[in-house]
C-alpha cells in the first residue's frame, strides 16, 4: 500500500486476525472454556522524529487511521520536538522455513481436548496432593504488514500450548510442582511430550517438596539448572541488552558493547528465527528476523534494537527486536534468548563442586536492569557435598548483581534446553523462550533461612 500524499516521513500498517481458545481446568472441574478473537489494524507514522500511533477494530480502515496517525504524530511534534535521526534502513524481509502445523487444533474436538485434561489432573493429585490445575491454550495469527518504503509482507503461525500445576500440604507446610510445554506447532504438540508424565511429576514434585529443608542463607559455589539459567540470561542479561533501556539509561550494559563483561564461556543469542515458542518470520516493522550474537566468548558484542534505535545507537547491533502484543505498537523485545553449550557436564560440575548448592527451576524474581542487581526463586534445589547431591531443598533463591555472575561463570554444560514462556514488558506480554546448558558459578548470594 503506497499513501505518499501523507506527510509522513514514514508510515507503516498491520493488520492482525488472530483466533484462539483456552480451557481451564480447575481440581477436576471445567472452569472456563473460552474463544477469543482479534482482528484490527495498527498504523504508525514518523514525522521528524516523533511518532503517532493508531489502532482500530475495522480491517478496511486503513486510510483514516493513518491521517490520524500523522496527526498526532505532528501534534506530538509540534509540543515536544525530539531530535530523531530516522530509521536503520533494511532489506525486504525474504520469510522462508515458517513452521506449519501437522495436527490443526480445530481439528481435534474440544471434548477430547477436555479429556485430555482431566487425566492430567488425575496424573497430577498424587497422595497428600490437594489442588490442581490445568490449562490448555491454542492460537491462530494472521499477520499484512506493509509500509511507505513499498514492503508487503504475509505470514500465519500456530502456537498450542498447556501447563499443570500442583499443591502438596502437610502440617501446614504448601509447596507447589509444575510442568509446562508451549510451542510454535498445531496438536502434535501431545506427540512431542508427554503431558499426562510432565503432570505426575509436577504432582510428585510438590510432595517430594513438602519434607525438603530450608538451607541456611550465605555466599557459596552453586549449579543453576537449564531453566534457572536460562531465566537468569533472560531476566538479568536480556533486558539490559534491550536498546530501548540503554537509550533510556536504565541499562548496566549502557557503553559497554566491545567489553568482556562474562567468563569466556559465555556465548548468550536471542534468535527469533529458531523454531520456538518465541519464533516469528519477521519482527513487528517488518524486518526479517536472523539470530543476534549478544555475548560471544565473554564480549558484548550487541544490542537488541529496533530500527529507531539502531539509528540512535550506530554500530552496536542490527534491528529486528520490536514486538507487540495484538494491535499494540511494537517495542524492543527479546524471542528465544539461551546461553549456547560449553565444553563441560555435569557430572564434571559435581566433581569440581566440595561445598555448594544445585538449584533447579523457577518461580519468578525480580530483576533492575539499571542497577544490575537481580533476585530469583528456584523450584527447588540440593545442597553439594564433596561432588555428591545430599540433602533436597526448597524456598531457596539466587540473588546478586548481574555482572558478578557472569564473570563468576566456571564451567558451562553442553546440555542446553529451552523453556517457553511470556513475558511482560511496557503493558504488553509476547510469547519467549529461554535456555542455557547447565552452569557452574564460583559464588553467588544463595537465600534461605538467614
Not at 540433602?391 to 561463570?409: E, M
Request: one cysteine or more; glycine letters at 10%; proline letters at 4%.
Amino acid at each position: 500500500m503506497h499513501l505518499t500524499a501523507l506527510q509522513a516521513d514514514f508510515h507503516d500498517i498491520r493488520v492482525l486476525r488472530s483466533t484462539g481458545r483456552s480451557i481451564f481446568i480447575d481440581n477436576g472441574q471445567i472452569e472456563q472454556i473460552s474463544n477469543h478473537f482479534v482482528h484490527g489494524i495498527s498504523c504508525r507514522a514518523l514525522v521528524a522524529g516523533s511518532w503517532g500511533f493508531v489502532s482500530s477494530d475495522d480491517t478496511q480502515d486503513s486510510i483514516p487511521s493513518l491521517e490520524r496517525a500523522v496527526k498526532l504524530a505532528n501534534q506530538t511534534h509540534a509540543k515536544s520536538p525530539r531530535k530523531g535521526k530516522g530509521l536503520a534502513d533494511v532489506e525486504p524481509p525474504r520469510l522462508h522455513d515458517i513452521p506449519l502445523a501437522k495436527k490443526d487444533p480445530n481439528d481435534v474436538h474440544i471434548d477430547e481436548k477436555v479429556e485430555l485434561l482431566l487425566e492430567m489432573h488425575k496424573r497430577a493429585k498424587v497422595p497428600d496432593v490437594t489442588s490442581t490445575t490445568v490449562l490448555y491454550s491454542e492460537s491462530e495469527i494472521v499477520v499484512e504488514y506493509s509500509n511507505s518504503e513499498g514492503v508487503e509482507a504475509e505470514y500465519s503461525l500456530v502456537r498450542t500450548g498447556f501447563a499443570v500445576s500442583a499443591v502438596a500440604s502437610q502440617n501446614g507446610i504448601f509447596q507447589m510442582g509444575r510442568g509446562s510445554e508451549f510451542d510454535v506447532c498445531g496438536y502434535e504438540l501431545f506427540d512431542k511430550y508427554d503431558a499426562l508424565e510432565l503432570a505426575e511429576k509436577a504432582g510428585n514434585t510438590a510432595v517430594e517438596l513438602l519434607s525438603a529443608k530450608v538451607p541456611k542463607g550465605g555466599r557459596m559455589p552453586v549449579i543453576l539448572d537449564q531453566e534457572l539459567a536460562g531465566v537468569f540470561i533472560h531476566e538479568a542479561v536480556g533486558h539490559a541488552v534491550e536498546a530501548d533501556h540503554v537509550v533510556e539509561g536504565n541499562s548496566i550494559l549502557s557503553g559497554k558493547v566491545g567489553r568482556q563483561i562474562a567468563a569466556p564461556c559465555i556465548t548468550v543469542m536471542d534468535d527469533p528465527s529458531m523454531h520456538g515458542f518465541g519464533y516469528c518470520p519477521m519482527d513487528d516493522e517488518g524486518v526479517e528476523s536472523v539470530a543476534t550474537t549478544v555475548i560471544d566468548d565473554g564480549v558484548l558484542k550487541s544490542y537488541l534494537h529496533s530500527r529507531e534505535t539502531a539509528m540512535l545507537l550506530p554500530d552496536t547491533g542490527r534491528p529486528g527486536h520490536a514486538r507487540s502484543q495484538g494491535l499494540s505498537r511494537p517495542i524492543i523485545r527479546m524471542s528465544n534468548t539461551y546461553i549456547e553449550n560449553g565444553d563441560s557436564d555435569f557430572d564434571e560440575m559435581l566433581t569440581e563442586m566440595k561445598d555448594g548448592v544445585y538449584l533447579l527451576g523457577s518461580r519468578g524474581g525480580q530483576v533492575n536492569p539499571g542497577e544490575g542487581v537481580f533476585q530469583f526463586n528456584a523450584e527447588r534445589g540440593y545442597m553439594v557435598k564433596n561432588g555428591e547431591l545430599t540433602t533436597p531443598l526448597r524456598d531457596v533463591s539466587l540473588s546478586g548483581q548481574i555482572l558478578d555472575i557472569l564473570q563468576n561463570v566456571q564451567l558451562a554444560a553442553g546440555d542446553m534446553k529451552m523453556n517457553s514462556g511470556r513475558c511482560g514488558k511496557g503493558g504488553q506480554t509476547v510469547p519467549v523462550c529461554d535456555g542455557s546448558p547447565h552452569i557452574q558459578v564460583s559464588e553467588a548470594l544463595v537465600g534461605g533461612s538467614g
